[in-house]
């Protein structure tokens, strides 16, 4: 290891990633806000504490607005970064958006609170990344660029470099591996981190999942070969299909060039906290906290594990786990072996369900697998299975562009539908993100049926007024800059700049 000193950051996906793997998205603002004044002491690169599911589960679920909750933590957490998990043009839904939405929500998330956008496209698809990346910037935001990490046939170590570099090109400000299935070993996350830190003049984070049990080895393998940031959530909440512990980190590098220089006992107090809080959840919690190494079969990422896990229970058939999840491989084959990451992991994993369920596969076709095949997500990463295109969408040639581009604007339209509902502009982009989710929100917000608020959170309240005053003040209007989408990824590179250069022992390929 090297003897220069360069700290390891840590990013905490306690209140987001590792709930959300764990525990089916269910952790709720009032078992956050007790603690979130202690975490926001420690020190962390950032807290990653919105975006991906907790959105959509917030209302679904949960009887919370989640504006109301980045509000509300913001609020007692000042000092540290927010980052969130942005799915490019699908937001923090299921499908594409049109572009004003797109625009909108960016800019009442960074009014609210964020400072990080970790964004990426489910596909790969560069271009469904591009409009969001390009509003960040314009507001100030730190983009952090990500690829889905995955195996197959058609992804190696090089599609990932070449993906980072034209990220960096497109102007992200970080770039992240998403290794949403802890899919990465040790020797690989060596690998591909020296190469991105040879190739990239910016910094580089690494995302993991400990299914396999091998996320605190890849980390460690990672810091080595100079990743400037790890996530990972408290101890009492890691692990398993989450991210590895906290905790574990300080005590590996503490007197190293790499002393990540946090408070270890501080961070114990919090994990008791969270230890005690975890009881509450015990209906949400997977059958087997433990390792399993068959993901690195499956490919099956934490978050949609959880979530499989429940509703196969809901629906009685739990005790056909492993052939749906042996289907889900046949099914990402098919469909040219996509990432597993959200909405992708959904749509494939909804469609191994019915394959299995039903007793025959493709007997019915999800209308989301039709839309996939026709290219409404982006284009597939490798050749589709033809048999299954024709009798999903018949002679029906799939698009070409960037599905956004079909879309009309949808801010308007959702304001004039969901009329005096919404209270606010963050109303109107919930409505046009979510629609029928969102409105039956509100209106059960409007009638009063909304969970009674928790002592704690009254105890914060005129912290919340205040940092709610700060952030009424509206954003400038801002002449929309035109998207350059007609590029080819090497048009796309600095010019002058070699796609791979040799250094020291990596050789080119």
Same mark, same amino acid.
């Given at each position: 290891m090297s003897t220069e000193k360069k700290p390891l950051r840590i990013t905490d996906t306690t209140l987001r990633d590792a709930h959300q793997s764990l525990l089916a998205t269910r952790w709720r603002i009032e078992d956050m806000l007790p603690? %979130?004044?202690?975490?926001?002491?420690? /020190?962390?690169?950032?807290?990653?504490?919105?975006?991906?599911?907790?959105?959509?589960?917030?209302?679904?679920?949960?009887? #919370?607005?989640?504006w109301e909750r980045l509000r509300k933590l913001k609020a007692v957490m000042p000092n540290t970064p927010f980052q969130m998990l942005l799915r490019g043009q699908n937001v923090v839904g299921y499908k594409h958006y049109a572009d004003d939405v797109v625009e909108r929500f960016i800019v009442k998330a960074r009014e609210n609170g964020i400072d990080i956008f970790r964004i990426f496209d489910a596909l790969n698809d560069i271009r469904n990344m591009l409009w969001a990346m390009q509003v960040v910037k314009r507001e100030g935001g730190h983009v952090q660029a990500c690829f889905s990490y995955t195996t197959s046939p058609i992804h190696h170590i090089r599609t990932f470099v070449r993906m980072a570099k034209d990220m960096e090109d497109l102007g992200a400000d970080s770039v992240c591996i998403k290794d949403m299935a802890g899919l990465a070993t040790p020797e690989l996350a060596f690998e591909l981190v020296a190469r991105l830190?040879?190739?990239?003049?910016?910094?580089?984070? !690494?995302?993991?999942?400990?299914? $396999? /049990?091998?996320?605190?080895?890849?980390?460690?393998?990672?810091?080595?070969?100079?990743?400037?940031?790890?996530?990972?959530?408290?101890?009492?909440?890691?692990?398993?299909? &989450?991210?590895?512990?906290?905790?574990? !980190?300080?005590?590996?590098?503490?007197?190293?060039?790499?002393?990540?220089?946090?408070?270890?006992?501080?961070?114990?107090?919090?994990?008791?906290?969270?230890?005690?809080?975890?009881?509450?959840?015990?209906k949400f919690e997977r059958g087997s906290r433990g390792v399993e190494v068959s993901v690195l079969r499956y490919q099956i990422p934490g978050g949609m594990l959880s979530n499989l896990v429940n509703q196969l229970r809901e629906?009685?058939?739990?005790?056909?786990?492993?052939?749906?999840?042996?289907?889900?491989?046949?099914?990402?084959?098919?469909?040219?072996?996509?990432?597993?990451?959200?909405?992708?992991?959904?749509?494939?994993?909804?469609?191994?369900?019915?394959?299995?369920?039903?007793?025959?596969?493709? /007997?019915?076709?999800?209308?989301?697998? *039709?839309?996939?095949?026709?290219?409404?997500?982006?284009?597939?990463?490798?050749?589709?299975?033809?048999?299954?295109?024709? *009798? $999903?969408?018949?002679?029906?040639?799939?698009?070409?562009?960037?599905?956004?581009?079909?879309?009309?604007?949808?801010?308007?339209? %959702?304001? #004039?539908?969901? /009329?005096?509902?919404?209270?606010? #502009?963050?109303?109107?982009?919930?409505? %046009?993100?979510?629609?029928?989710?969102?409105? #039956? !929100?509100?209106?059960?917000?409007?009638?009063? &049926?909304?969970?009674?608020?928790?002592?704690t959170v009254a105890a914060v309240a005129a912290l919340v007024a205040d940092a709610e005053g700060m952030l009424e003040t509206p954003v400038a209007d801002q002449s929309r800059p035109q998207v350059q989408l007609a590029v080819t990824p090497s048009s796309w590179r600095v010019a002058g700049r070699p796609r791979i250069r040799q250094v020291g022992g990596l050789p080119k390929w």
């Amino acid at each position: 290891m090297s003897t220069e000193k360069k700290p390891l950051r840590i990013t905490d996906t306690t209140l987001r990633d590792a709930h959300q793997s764990l525990l089916a998205t269910r952790w709720r603002i009032e078992d956050m806000l007790p603690i %979130a004044a202690k975490i926001d002491q420690i /020190g962390f690169h950032s807290v990653e504490m919105w975006g991906g599911a907790t959105f959509d589960s917030c209302m679904r679920f949960l009887g #919370e607005d989640p504006w109301e909750r980045l509000r509300k933590l913001k609020a007692v957490m000042p000092n540290t970064p927010f980052q969130m998990l942005l799915r490019g043009q699908n937001v923090v839904g299921y499908k594409h958006y049109a572009d004003d939405v797109v625009e909108r929500f960016i800019v009442k998330a960074r009014e609210n609170g964020i400072d990080i956008f970790r964004i990426f496209d489910a596909l790969n698809d560069i271009r469904n990344m591009l409009w969001a990346m390009q509003v960040v910037k314009r507001e100030g935001g730190h983009v952090q660029a990500c690829f889905s990490y995955t195996t197959s046939p058609i992804h190696h170590i090089r599609t990932f470099v070449r993906m980072a570099k034209d990220m960096e090109d497109l102007g992200a400000d970080s770039v992240c591996i998403k290794d949403m299935a802890g899919l990465a070993t040790p020797e690989l996350a060596f690998e591909l981190v020296a190469r991105l830190k040879y190739e990239l003049d910016i910094p580089v984070q !690494f995302h993991t999942h400990d299914t $396999a /049990g091998m996320a605190t080895a890849s980390c460690v393998a990672a810091a080595e070969a100079g990743v400037d940031v790890i996530d990972a959530s408290i101890s009492s909440l890691s692990s398993g299909t &989450g991210q590895p512990p906290i905790e574990t !980190f300080v005590g590996i590098f503490q007197g190293t060039a790499r002393d990540t220089q946090l408070d270890l006992d501080a961070l114990i107090e919090i994990a008791d906290f969270y230890k005690e809080r975890r009881t509450r959840y015990a209906k949400f919690e997977r059958g087997s906290r433990g390792v399993e190494v068959s993901v690195l079969r499956y490919q099956i990422p934490g978050g949609m594990l959880s979530n499989l896990v429940n509703q196969l229970r809901e629906q009685n058939a739990l005790d056909r786990y492993r052939e749906v999840t042996d289907e889900i491989q046949r099914v990402r084959a098919d469909l040219g072996y996509p990432p597993l990451v959200t909405p992708s992991s959904q749509i494939v994993g909804t469609q191994a369900t019915f394959n299995v369920l039903t007793g025959e596969r493709y /007997g019915i076709i999800i209308d989301e697998v *039709k839309q996939y095949l026709r290219n409404m997500y982006g284009t597939p990463p490798g050749p589709v299975d033809e048999d299954l295109r024709r *009798k $999903a969408i018949g002679d029906e040639e799939p698009i070409t562009c960037r599905p956004a581009d079909l879309l009309e604007p949808g801010m308007e339209q %959702a304001r #004039e539908e969901i /009329g005096d509902l919404a209270k606010s #502009e963050e109303d109107v982009i919930s409505y %046009a993100i979510f629609g029928p989710l969102a409105r #039956e !929100f509100l209106e059960r917000r409007e009638a009063g &049926g909304l969970p009674a608020t928790d002592p704690t959170v009254a105890a914060v309240a005129a912290l919340v007024a205040d940092a709610e005053g700060m952030l009424e003040t509206p954003v400038a209007d801002q002449s929309r800059p035109q998207v350059q989408l007609a590029v080819t990824p090497s048009s796309w590179r600095v010019a002058g700049r070699p796609r791979i250069r040799q250094v020291g022992g990596l050789p080119k390929w």
